[in-house]
């Protein structure tokens, strides 16, 4: 064969090589001179990730390659993007798409369903996944969305108007079927929020049954547990059963020491988990690095019977004092909103037993007679070294239990305010158990797989930020200012939050659980 054709049949297919190479070049990303957290919670490395498409294709010691787009880090630290265990983001998703409180925290995937309800109401009606995954489909976020199965919302579908009482065998018959469908969905398990209406009613025999259902799928259970408050010990002792019985790992939603009784006996309670993990129990728990929490004025009413004034009592003497309970949003006459119970108790010349007693039910009033919500409160109930000492147990992980327009800084502010208050001023976690805390404990908390960690292979979800001044600047008085000192932000592998503001695309996906 002549020298010439061959040399040309050579060069024309080293051309085509050459012409695929240069194609699959352009598509990826290489972001180089980075720290790298890799979400295992051990040392970071100096180097750079190459992300092709929705993945991680490489990391370490790399070069770029001929026409990929190239980002330098300078230095600062890239971690896998943030999971939010316990969100309440999914709610108003059509007005908050580009979800900016959650992007400028670092913040790459959401959970919803918890306490219990499909929506961010707690008068919210049941949305199968099914339903939802179709609308996330067609109207998809900026962030990942995993879900559980909600109690609340199917057993008030369920029951109906007649929720306030023990659930019948045919009854929880229905609400099985319906949590089995949410599991063959992908749900990750099953919510409750026992110390919130219909939850409160529920038997744990109810309970275990449901959870039962979801652990036939591999599935978990995470409850905002029956109480908080002067009844949590009983209220862990029934989770820990729920466990034992049904044969599933149990989480605590935002673990905490509400009454102050309790302040300061957060050795105690660790020994309780620890003592039950020893026994063969998966418990885990996730946290808020907050001292106040949020949520409504029936919240404090066990029996919601707002004609009790010893529960009143009971509250200022134990729970937070009428000057640290804020009510945050009071639909019935929003002239109260960010004022304490001892200033509207002042303002209508009432003491303040009558005024919670009052404001607790005319917002329970509200609610029936809409369907909405009627309150939301804001207060002090936690002490920082319990909240620190939960925070350094091995097994949890931090969430925000936020949303987009409450009154609590929680939503926007979360996981900065652990890296500048308990890392970085503190010192109370080291930067490398933090970010494992937000990541790699948080993804196998949840049961999801290919996230949570840089690794080769996983979902490019990324965020790029500087250790030195990531901080929370949500407050109570300005509760959705963005953080700062979160550069830039990467969902399946799409650059989403950069120049401190969201990009505007909305790459995210509806998550499963890791076994399907």
Not at 37 to 59: A, C, K, N, T, Y
Not at 105 to 123: E, K, P
Not at 380 to 386: P, R, T, V
């Amino acid at each position: 064969m002549p020298l010439k054709p061959v040399v040309i049949s050579l060069l024309f297919v080293a051309a085509l090589i050459a012409c695929e190479q240069e194609t699959r070049e352009v598509s990826s990303t290489i972001i180089v001179n980075a720290t790298i957290h890799d979400g295992s919670g051990g040392s970071p490395l100096q180097g750079s990730v190459r992300i092709d498409g929705d993945r991680i294709v490489e990391f370490g010691e790399l070069r770029p390659l001929a026409g990929e787009v190239v980002i330098d880090a300078g230095g600062l630290v890239l971690a896998p993007g943030f999971i939010d265990t316990h969100s309440h983001h999914d709610g108003q998703m059509d007005v908050y798409r580009h979800m900016p409180g959650v992007l400028s925290q670092g913040v790459t995937t959401i959970a919803r369903g918890l306490d219990g309800f499909s929506d961010d109401s707690d008068q919210g009606t049941f949305l199968t996944l099914i339903e939802f995954n179709e609308r996330f489909a067609a109207a998809p976020a900026a962030v990942n969305v995993v879900s559980f199965s909600p109690h609340n919302s199917i057993r008030r579908y369920v029951m109906g108007a007649d929720e306030r009482r023990i659930a019948s065998a045919d009854e929880i018959k229905a609400m099985s079927e319906l949590i089995a469908a949410d599991m063959a969905a992908g749900a990750l398990g099953l919510a409750t929020g026992l110390e919130y209406e219909p939850g409160i009613y529920s038997s744990t025999e109810e309970v275990i049954e449901l959870a039962r259902v979801a652990a036939r799928f591999g599935g978990r259970y995470a409850s905002h547990v029956r109480d908080e408050d002067d009844l949590f010990s009983d209220a862990v002792q029934e989770i820990l059963r729920i466990a034992r019985e049904a044969n599933l790992p149990v989480h605590i939603s935002h673990i905490k020491l509400a009454d102050r009784d309790f302040w300061g006996t957060s050795d105690s309670l660790l020994r309780t988990l620890n003592d039950a993990r020893a026994e063969g129990i998966n418990v885990t728990a996730d946290i808020y690095p907050y001292q106040r929490w949020e949520s409504h004025l029936g919240v404090l009413f066990p029996k919601q019977d707002f004609s009790d004034e010893g529960v009143a009592q009971f509250t200022f003497a134990h729970t937070a004092s009428p000057e640290d309970i804020v009510v945050s949003y009071f639909a019935p006459n929003p002239e109260f909103n960010g004022l304490s119970v001892a200033e509207i108790a002042a303002i209508t010349e009432s003491d303040p037993v009558s005024t919670l007693l009052d404001l607790a039910q005319a917002a329970d009033d509200y609610a029936a007679d809409t369907g909405q919500r009627g309150s939301s409160i804001i207060a002090k109930g936690m002490d920082e070294g319990d909240v620190a000492a939960l925070m350094q147990w091995e097994f949890t992980n931090i969430c925000s239990d936020g949303d987009h327009g409450g009154g609590h800084p929680r939503g926007y502010g979360a996981f900065p305010r652990v890296l500048a208050r308990f890392v970085r001023e503190l010192g109370m976690l080291s930067l490398e158990d933090a970010i494992y805390k937000m990541t790699g404990l948080s993804a196998t908390t949840l049961g999801i797989k290919d996230r949570g960690r840089i690794r080769e292979g996983y979902y490019a979800d990324l965020v790029l930020f500087d250790p030195d001044k990531i901080e929370d600047k949500a407050t109570m008085q300005n509760p959705t200012a963005l953080s700062i000192g979160v550069e830039k932000v990467w969902v399946n592998g799409v650059l989403a939050f950069d120049n401190h503001e969201p990009t505007l695309v909305y790459p995210g996906r509806s998550v499963s659980r890791s076994d399907l």
